[in-house]
């Protein structure tokens, strides 16, 4: 019997590992980290979206306009790292301005 138990015993796998290694074209780059802005109006009229940039400029603001699908022109300003820092500036714009301007989180 004995000869026919060592038959019965499966030989060691090999260990492998648990994942192959991902060739570099199809590792994941790392996303680039998101800035974050504060909105002070959003409208269809470039003649209000001038008005509004020349006096956030003459402010000290770094002022831009983005448009979107829907052909709204969207004043904002600055490019800020965290989500505290556009919400300072958010509070002096509302002081400044008035309004309900907004953070939003930019890619």
């Known amino acids: 019997m004995s000869f026919y138990a060592s038959r019965c015993v499966s030989p060691p796998s090999p260990r492998r590992p648990l994942r192959p290694p991902r060739p570099a074209t199809l590792r994941r780059k790392p996303t680039p980290a998101a800035t974050y802005a ?4 959003a409208v269809k009229s470039a003649a209000q979206v001038d008005e509004m940039l020349t006096r956030l400029k ?11 699908t829907s052909g709204l022109f969207k004043v904002r300003v600055g490019r800020y790292a965290s989500h505290d820092d556009a919400a300072q500036a958010q509070r002096r714009l509302k002081t400044r301005l008035g309004g309900q301007p907004f953070v939003v989180e930019e890619p």
Request: avoid cysteine; aromatic fraction near 6%.
């Open 38 to 41: 504060v909105q002070v109006l």
């Open 58 to 68: 003459v402010m000290g603001f770094d002022a831009r306009v983005v448009r979107d």
